[in-house]
Structures are given as C-alpha cells and as structure tokens.
C-alpha cells in the first residue's frame, strides 16, 4: 500500500521416517568347543597329538551339536509388548516445523528502501512416535533413592580385603566390593521414558517459538553506484538425536554340567530369557569388560543452532555492461551439536591430585597411572579395584575414573559449539554483449569453529578440559578462492543463411576455479603417553624457526610428489609428557598444494 509492500507467509513440514532393521533376529549359532562344553583330552585319548585332539573336537562338536556361542537379537513392538521374537527393530520418527513470517519493503524515498522483516519458528524436537526412548534425567534423580554399593575396608588388598554393608555394617567377604546393596534404593532412579510423566517426546524440551528478526537496507548513491546492507538470524533444526542407535547388548554364559552334557538344545531355543525394560545393572558392560556408556542424550538438544548473517556491499557500474561489487560477509553460529567438548568420564589433574595424591606432571604418577591395576608398578593401588569384577588388567586410570566401567561418557545433542566466518567478496559482471558474457569472484575468507565441523557435532578436541582453547580452523578452511566463468554464443558471421544457421547460436562456455589447498592436520604425538595416563589424547606441537615444508614451493610442479620427501619431520616433536599440546590443529600456512578445477 503505497510506499510500503507487506507480505506475510506460513511454512509447515511434517517429516515421517521409518528405519527398519532386520539384522540378528534369526538366531545364529556358533558350533565348537567352547566355554560351556567340555571338550575331548589326552587323558581320554592317549598319545594322541594335539592337531588331532583339535580335529577329534571339532568332529564332536559337529555330530553332537556343541556350540561355543549363539546370538538372536530381540525388539519391542510397543511400549507394552515386550521383546518379540522375530520383530524387526522397526522406528517411527517423526519431526515437526512449523514458521511464519511477515516482512515490509518501504521505499522510504526514490533512492532509499529500507526491508524489515520477522520470522516466526517452531522447530519441534525428532522423536520416536511409538514412545521407545528411555535416558537418565539428571533432574529427576532422587538421592534419596540413590542405591548404595558395598565398600571397601581393610586392607587395600590380600587378605584382610574386606566388603563392609554402608546401611548395616556387616562384614562380608571382598568379591561384594562394588556390588549394590540389596533392598536399598531405587535401581530406576532417575531413568524416565519419553513421553511419560512429565518427560517430553524426543526426551528434549520443546524450546518453543524462535523469532529471526531481519533487516535490510539499499541506497543509490548516484546513477551508477548503490549500497546495501542486511542482517539477519536463521535457525536449524533440532538434533535427530541418534534415535538410530538406540540399543544395546548382553550376553549370558551356559555350561554343561558334566562331559557329554549339553548346555542347551538347539529345539528349546535360546535358554536366555530376557524381558523389557532391564534394569539389571549387570548387562552393560559385561562382567570383567570395560565398554562405551549407553547413549545419552543432552537435555538442551531440543535448542535449534542460531546464525547470525550480516553482509555490507558496493554495487558500482563500471560501464555499459560491466558492474563490479565488493562485499563483506559473514556470520556468527551458536548451540551447533558439539558432544565432542563433553567428556562426562574424563580424568581431571586437579581430581587425580587432591582425592588421589596423584600429580599427572609428575613421572612417577604418570607411571602408576599407566599401570596395570594388577602390577607392581601400579605401587599403592595395587589390587584396588573400584567394583566387583574390575578386570585388574586395566590400568590404574582407568580404575579412577568417575565410571570406571566405561571409556568415553559423551552426549548427543548437546549444543555448545560455535562458528565464525568472516569474508570479502569482489565480483566483476559483464552482462551479454556481442556474443560474450562473464563472471569474475574472488573470495578471502576465514573459517573458525569451536567443536562443530559439520552440522552433526565433529572438530578435533585437545584440551576437553579447557573448552575454549580449542578454537581452531576448519578443516574446510580456503582463505583465497576465486571462480571464473564465461559464455561466448557464436553470431552470425557469413551473408550465407547455411552457413549462419549450421554456426550461429552455439554456446561455448568454461569455469575455471583456483584456491587455496585444504589445511594439513598437525600430526599425532608418538611420545606423550596422555591417552593411557589420562585417557585423553593430544598431539604434537610446532617448532619454532623449522620449516614446514623440505621444498621451497610445493606448487610449483617441478619436483615427483610420488618419491620426494615434503613435510619436514623436525618441524614437530611430542609436548612434554603429563600436558596437553598448545600448538593448534591447523595452521594458515600449513597446507596441500592447490589443486586448480579447469
């Protein structure tokens, strides 16, 4: 309406997946002589040879049906099913966007016009529509209802090692160390289902609605130039959540009884009978195993990325056909997916020194701490096992981490990195004329992220402990990129209509880009033992004043990539031991030649 034009708009996108798995549900079975069957021996084939009491064996295990190990895995239909046999692992996602958005273009006078603009969106977090998730709240964790373990007492280790009941004081033997007390506690506590009793589908919270205001801005200077401006916020969408991963295993070990007893018969199926859900603590990990948690699931995933996009540019026509531009563009992105910066299992040195007496900086911890928990080495805490069932083979750090049972503890989903991206953008147009049109762009950028490579999380992390420090370059980093494209449509050269119409009109065309080479990752440390004495690795840091590179141009072409030596290896050695490298995992100078695109 006069000098204004409004326009409004509503946007709806209702995704539906269906992942189905069918792998594992028809048992497998394993034959031979295993744990659970006792096999033929010397003493009942004498002066037989080994090789032969190994065929001898395999032939019982074949004709009498021993097998050392069988498999089937099992899913649930719905929430009160249970597992059924033969179901396959069938998922219903579901995903719901919802946005609108109202914008008014204002040609304030003939020279300037002004676009301010709103959107509105509701961006709902991906969920499984048969309710199937479960995850640890940490908010609806009771301690109240904490379960409480058997404790150590005594001795560290031999035989005055003893388990003392926390609730009762009863003294019992040193294999109830690590064990839950009976009766005490809910072994639940904290677990919750998606979608029931208070907790969201998707078990994230729907953050609601998300304004992206916008703005916008041109002005013609003159007849020949024209500057505009914008800035604006956009989001994307939740996190999937890993809802394709959600799953776990177990197994159980039968035996027979005496020689010749069978553990099981293959007619009355897998002796195994599990139910849903299982809350048996023992399932994961396996006795005597150290394994990765179950998946965890942030409880902020439900919060979209955000990014701000600004740009400033100059628009000038240089001739007839001929504009040239100059831009600045960039943008700044915050709560990318980011589980990388999270280690909920991670060692901290503060930790290690004031509940352990352990200085990570010091040679001789760091030896006990890459110890075996079973070896002399690991000096006092020796045969101190933090549970029942420890497998004293892994090392002292790894006894002494919050959950010693398991490596890695991460998050999915949790929205915590950061991107930044700055450049100046030229452009020379040459609109068609005489047959012939082009394009000129040259881009210099820099691209910086803090754990979020990609949309899904990802980044190289040193230092977990000192989030911040690992700010870096991408590793999609090209500082200079320039495109040059052209079209040349043949005219009608020759009097001869023939001639003109066999010619004229054909289109020859090229694009030919050339830009910096990818950045070379920093290499890994061969020395610094950091990934067993703290269970993080690190990598190797710059020397100062040592050449990158044993050539003096790596793209210049005049030398055999095939058999000459290129990376200088002086040019890196190991961080001392017991600290994190300070060197960065990409340097601007440190890259793989150019490879032009013609």
């Known amino acids: 309406h006069g000098k204004h034009t409004v326009q409004f708009g509503y946007q709806m996108q209702q995704f539906r997946i269906e992942v189905y798995n069918e792998a594992g549900i028809t048992p497998s079975y394993a034959l031979g002589i295993g744990t659970g069957n006792t096999g033929l021996t010397t003493a009942q084939l004498p002066g037989a040879a080994a090789s032969d009491i190994t065929a001898a064996n395999t032939l019982l295990a074949t004709l009498a049906g021993y097998f050392t190990s069988s498999s089937q895995t099992f899913n649930v239909a719905s929430r009160t099913s249970g597992y059924v046999n033969g179901q396959s692992d069938l998922k219903h996602l579901k995903l719901n966007l919802y946005s609108f958005y109202g914008q008014d273009t204002w040609k304030v006078s003939k020279k300037l016009t002004i676009n301010i603009g709103l959107r509105g969106a ?270 004293q083979a892994q090392t002292v750090a790894q006894s002494l981490r919050p959950f010693p049972q398991f490596t890695t503890l991460a998050v999915t989903g949790a929205p915590i990195g950061n991107t930044w991206y700055d450049s100046l953008q030229m452009k020379a147009t040459k609109r068609l004329s005489h047959g012939l049109d082009f394009t000129w762009v040259y881009t210099y950028s820099k691209e910086l992220q803090l754990g979020a490579e990609n949309d899904t999380g990802g980044g190289v992390i040193n230092d977990i402990l000192n989030r911040n420090t690992n700010k870096q370059l991408s590793s999609n980093s090209r500082p200079n990129w320039l495109v040059f494209a052209t079209n040349y449509t043949l005219q009608k050269y020759f009097g001869n209509k023939w001639m003109n119409l066999a010619i004229a009109d054909w289109q020859i065309g090229a694009v030919l880009q050339y830009g910096s080479g990818l950045p070379i990752q920093t290499p890994a440390n061969t020395g610094n033992n950091n990934n067993v004495t703290i269970g993080r690795a690190t990598y190797s840091t710059r020397v100062a004043g040592q050449p990158l590179f044993l050539v003096d141009n790596i793209n210049c072409g005049c030398f055999d990539y095939g058999h000459t030596q290129i990376l200088n290896p002086a040019a890196w050695t190991d961080p001392t031991a017991g600290t994190f490298s300070q060197s960065a995992y990409y340097y601007n100078d440190d890259r793989y030649r150019r490879r032009p695109k013609e």
Do not use: C
């Open 122 to 391: 509701l961006i709902k977090p991906f969920h499984d529509d048969l309710g199937l998730m479960a995850n640890f709240n940490y908010s609806k964790f009771d301690p109240a209802q904490a379960v409480r373990f058997y404790q150590p007492t005594g001795a560290f280790s031999g035989a005055n090692r003893q388990a003392i009941n926390p609730v009762t004081g009863q003294i019992l033997p040193a294999l109830y160390i690590g064990g839950i007390v009976p009766n005490v506690g809910n072994i639940n506590n904290g677990m919750v289902l998606s979608g029931q009793n208070g907790t969201p589908e998707g078990l994230i919270e729907n953050r609601g609605i998300h304004w992206a205001p916008r703005f916008g801005i041109a002005y013609q200077i003159n007849s020949k130039t024209v500057f505009r401006g914008g800035i604006g916020i956009s989001y994307y969408r939740t996190a999937m959540n890993g809802l394709n991963s959600l799953s776990t295993g177990s197994q159980n070990i039968y035996r027979g009884s005496t020689f010749g007893d069978s553990a099981f018969n293959l007619r009355d199926g897998l002796p195994y009978k599990i139910t849903w859900p299982n809350t048996d603590p023992g399932q994961v990990p396996l006795p005597g195993t150290i394994a990765s948690p179950a998946q965890q699931i942030d409880q902020n995933a439900g919060r979209p990325a955000r990014s701000l996009q600004y740009s400033v540019s100059l628009q000038r026509e240089i001739s007839k056909d001929l504009v040239l531009e100059a831009s600045w563009v960039g943008n700044r992105g915050v709560w990318w997916r980011a589980s990388s910066l999270l280690d909920y299992n991670a060692l901290q040195p503060s930790t290690l020194q004031s509940a352990y007496g352990l200085d990570w900086s010091n040679a001789a911890d760091r030896t006990i701490l890459a110890s075996a928990v079973n070896s002399a080495n690991a000096a006092r805490f020796r045969a101190r096992i933090p549970y029942a069932g420890f497998n």
